[in-house]
């Protein structure tokens, strides 16, 4: 028993399996797209559900945006849990897909499809897609999206399993903007988990655009979490800096 807990927990998979798939270094998925834009993007994140079992999380980025409504971006994705050394977890390949222009509807709408090959080849293929909205009003932006993830040729049994975001920011000034950021996971899409098993939770965010001349800008967003439900972690920080050029 003691060998399986160890295994698990260096998985990651240190909660309820319904949130096999979440991770501390999660962020907002935004349904806009910009042609030409590149850009480099560093996440961090941290979580724990007790004191014995935290995890920090992160990854390097490169995306480009291909056309007017296709962003792409190949990902290194790093992991430390309950203490053992930093270790290489994944690649993972994003695809965003804008399917609306830009303000021309009430709602804003894209699609993601991200597909990720972990270390362990045992854990098979993830790929996770699903709609992403936003609208505005005023200077308040919202943001919701519904993410579906399941694991193939995988070892073990994969259900498809249904996450959520969201977000509401106030965009007060260019440089810093604030406001709050959803994350969750109910189970399997169709047979949803009891509330106490879900992982959610919610927090403060800032966010912000700080231009550098021509293309190139710093952006950044940070959150602080707080878990609403008894499978959440207790506390999780999330922080995502991108250099665009």
């Known amino acids: 028993m003691n060998k399986y807990l160890t295994l698990i927990s260096g998985a990651g998979v240190f909660f309820a399996c319904h949130l096999a798939f979440a991770g501390p270094a999660d962020y907002i998925y935004t349904p806009t797209v910009e042609q030409g834009e590149r850009e480099i993007d560093l996440k961090l994140g941290h979580w724990n559900k007790n004191p014995a079992q935290p995890q920090t999380d992160s990854s390097i980025g490169l995306g480009y945006g291909v056309n007017s409504w296709w962003f792409t971006e190949l990902y290194m994705k790093r992991t430390k849990v309950n203490g053992q050394p930093t270790t290489f977890d994944a690649t993972e390949w994003e695809n965003?897909?804008?399917?609306?222009?830009?303000?021309?509807?009430?709602?804003?709408?894209?699609?993601?499809?991200?597909?990720?090959?972990?270390?362990?080849?045992?854990?098979?293929?993830?790929v996770k897609y699903g709609p992403l909205f936003q609208t505005e009003f005023g200077k308040v932006q919202l943001n919701a999206n519904l993410l579906f993830e399941k694991k193939y040729r995988s070892e073990r049994p994969s259900q498809t399993e249904l996450e959520y975001q969201w977000q509401a920011k106030y965009r007060w000034l260019t440089a810093f903007e604030f406001g709050v950021q959803g994350f969750g996971a109910v189970g399997k899409w169709n047979d949803w988990a009891p509330e106490s098993e879900r992982g959610?939770?919610?927090?403060?965010?800032?966010?912000?655009?700080?231009?550098?001349?021509?293309?190139?800008?710093?952006?950044?967003?940070?959150?602080?979490?707080?878990?609403?439900?008894?499978?959440?972690?207790?506390?999780?920080?999330r922080v995502q800096v991108e250099y665009e050029f």
């Open 200 to 237: 959610n939770r919610m927090g403060p965010a800032v966010f912000g655009k700080i231009p550098l001349g021509g293309r190139q800008a710093i952006k950044y967003n940070a959150a602080w979490l707080i878990g609403t439900s008894s499978a959440a972690p207790r506390r999780n920080f």
């Open 96 to 126: 965003k897909f804008q399917l609306t222009e830009t303000g021309r509807y009430p709602v804003d709408v894209g699609f993601l499809l991200e597909i990720e090959r972990p270390r362990d080849h045992t854990d098979g293929w993830e």
